[in-house]
């Protein structure tokens, strides 16, 4: 698989890092918002995760005022596209992906994309996607993704599902690793919203993060599991499950155990929980761009089976990569 | 869908019952050895589910030397066949599948088979199910199933994967209402083969498990998971997978939480596990039909999308049923 990385922060490096350990995958383009760098032959993951948060793309690669446009241009040589780009403001990722289909790319494209809202205009593009022979699988991280999908596959032991419930811990050591993700969690708090969060300096999220001890802790967030399982039939209205979390800044340890609880009851006129729990040893990293991956790789195989459109993780199963 | 079961026995009865409850499905045809029941417009679950474990179909159908090939005769009207025999001896179920197809049904199967050996044969007929326009999907239960396929989706999290440790714990109150199941377990004990267990007398069963007080403890069964497992890249050598449980045959309280939990090293350098693990008051019969039917349905949609053969169900995600 010849893949491209959309956003090189934190997410587009952790996934340079893990290609770099993927034989099945050749990195053959990368971009942030200054530069870019296009290597058919493949680009070495090395000099991607070793710039500092710091550095621009520019610096190993070209500048360039539509980074994205000239990834475009290189597309003929590219299976399959992870976007790992801050979905701020929620049409940012919709717009960039039905760029790359409008200009003739046909391809793969997984995206881990979190926000409710975003997750809605992405799927009004299905069709496009359709026309241009183009399959692309969103909400592949960890939430939507790996836990939507583990609610799938317990739904399956209930005749009727009464609520998925996803709590996850994430602890990292320093935010400023993260910068994208933490704004876009930021965006769930109260009082805030995905652009208020973008427009906030790196020292007002300091700040914000002192006064908290650099926890933040989230209840009802709009995180789209709740249309992704209503989609494939798993809830029937959207209340039905949550999504929230503790999120650490100042520490790796995770706060709290990422677990997905989805209660129902059987045939048999049970009530019962199924609960799928990660291992709090695994970073964000890890349980996000490990399913960003599997589901490229089913993108792509779906697109080899002429099966074209926008569909959520909760449809398919990612596929291992090696 | 219009589906067949083929067998009815405990779970076969099981699978009328929870059918009762899904708007999707129409029941068109069930047998057993001795007889068989076709109605195009459908079955009333009732009459199935409300047979004792002493009478056969005859007493509601018709008799026939040969029910599988009635069943065979009407399958121009059956999208998906459910396959809930008992597996003995291994090529068993193989044969009666590979009939279907040899005698022009063209359609979907699952089946939630267990031992390795079994699967291995089914295997073998993946290219003639391919030439039949086809679909197969084979280890749709609990485990291999439910639990497999939550393997492979914790896989994702990890670049190297280590163990897969399976253990299930089943009550059931009366070992009679699963005779045929009992004795596939007892297969897989020291000292037992599927023709063994096969032959043995209800009386023999009877005295094995008053020894033991109603319990029988498995470990390193030869259930189809691992092959599943390696099939997809999940594990590498079989002996990463184990399989083992508790059935206790007196009291429908599990005498241990059925739990998945796979271990593994992340591309970042942790080692870790997730766990999945189903709510006790679960039934067996829960947790091997519910995803049964849910990847039937998925064999359906493979073969409306011209995918035909043998699928593992660590493969594809089971779909929902309502």
Redesign the interface.
Same mark, same amino acid.
Not at 39 to 44: L, N
């Given at each position: 698989m010849r893949i491209a990385i959309l956003g090189c922060g934190g997410l587009g490096k952790?996934a340079a $890092?893990?290609i770099e %350990? $993927?034989e099945e995958i050749t990195l053959v383009a990368v971009c942030d918002k200054d530069g870019f760098l296009i290597q058919e032959e493949g680009i070495d993951p090395k000099i991607i995760y070793n710039l500092s948060p710091q550095q621009s793309i520019t610096e190993i690669g070209k500048a360039s005022e539509d980074t994205i446009g000239e990834i475009i241009k290189a597309s003929k040589n590219i299976d399959g596209i992870l976007i790992t780009l801050p979905n701020l403001p929620n049409d940012f990722i919709p717009s960039i992906a039905t760029r790359f289909v409008e200009n003739g790319f046909e391809g793969a494209f997984s995206d881990p994309l979190k926000r409710t809202q975003a997750m809605q205009i992405m799927f009004t593009k299905d069709e496009l996607f359709k026309k241009s022979k183009s399959t692309y699988l969103s909400g592949t991280g960890a939430t939507p993704g790996?836990l939507s999908?583990?609610a799938? /596959?317990? !739904? %399956? !032991? @209930?005749?009727k599902v009464e609520k998925v419930d996803i709590f996850w811990g994430v602890g990292i050591e320093n935010w400023e690793e993260y910068k994208g993700t933490i704004r876009e969690d930021i965006a769930h708090l109260e009082g805030y919203t995905p652009e208020k969060a973008k427009a906030m300096s790196d020292q007002e999220i300091k700040e914000l993060l002192d006064k908290t001890d650099g926890k933040l802790e989230f209840h009802n967030m709009q995180h789209a599991d709740d249309i992704l399982l209503q989609k494939?039939?798993?809830i029937e209205t959207l209340d039905q499950c949550t999504v929230g979390g503790i999120m650490d800044t100042r520490s790796s340890k995770k706060p709290v155990t990422t677990t997905m609880t989805l209660t129902g009851k *059987?045939?048999?006129g $049970? *009530? !019962? !929980?199924?609960? @799928?729990? /990660?291992?709090?040893?695994? *970073?964000m990293?890890?349980?996000v /761009?490990?399913?960003a991956l599997?589901y490229l790789k089913r993108a792509i195989w779906l697109k080899q089976?002429?099966?074209y459109g926008i569909f959520g993780s *909760?449809?398919?199963?990612?596929?291992?990569v $090696?």
């Amino acid at each position: 698989m010849r893949i491209a990385i959309l956003g090189c922060g934190g997410l587009g490096k952790a996934a340079a $890092k893990m290609i770099e %350990q $993927k034989e099945e995958i050749t990195l053959v383009a990368v971009c942030d918002k200054d530069g870019f760098l296009i290597q058919e032959e493949g680009i070495d993951p090395k000099i991607i995760y070793n710039l500092s948060p710091q550095q621009s793309i520019t610096e190993i690669g070209k500048a360039s005022e539509d980074t994205i446009g000239e990834i475009i241009k290189a597309s003929k040589n590219i299976d399959g596209i992870l976007i790992t780009l801050p979905n701020l403001p929620n049409d940012f990722i919709p717009s960039i992906a039905t760029r790359f289909v409008e200009n003739g790319f046909e391809g793969a494209f997984s995206d881990p994309l979190k926000r409710t809202q975003a997750m809605q205009i992405m799927f009004t593009k299905d069709e496009l996607f359709k026309k241009s022979k183009s399959t692309y699988l969103s909400g592949t991280g960890a939430t939507p993704g790996l836990l939507s999908a583990a609610a799938v /596959l317990a !739904s %399956q !032991s @209930f005749i009727k599902v009464e609520k998925v419930d996803i709590f996850w811990g994430v602890g990292i050591e320093n935010w400023e690793e993260y910068k994208g993700t933490i704004r876009e969690d930021i965006a769930h708090l109260e009082g805030y919203t995905p652009e208020k969060a973008k427009a906030m300096s790196d020292q007002e999220i300091k700040e914000l993060l002192d006064k908290t001890d650099g926890k933040l802790e989230f209840h009802n967030m709009q995180h789209a599991d709740d249309i992704l399982l209503q989609k494939v039939g798993v809830i029937e209205t959207l209340d039905q499950c949550t999504v929230g979390g503790i999120m650490d800044t100042r520490s790796s340890k995770k706060p709290v155990t990422t677990t997905m609880t989805l209660t129902g009851k *059987t045939f048999d006129g $049970k *009530t !019962s !929980s199924h609960k @799928f729990m /990660l291992g709090d040893e695994t *970073t964000m990293a890890a349980n996000v /761009l490990g399913p960003a991956l599997g589901y490229l790789k089913r993108a792509i195989w779906l697109k080899q089976h002429n099966i074209y459109g926008i569909f959520g993780s *909760t449809e398919f199963m990612p596929m291992v990569v $090696k």
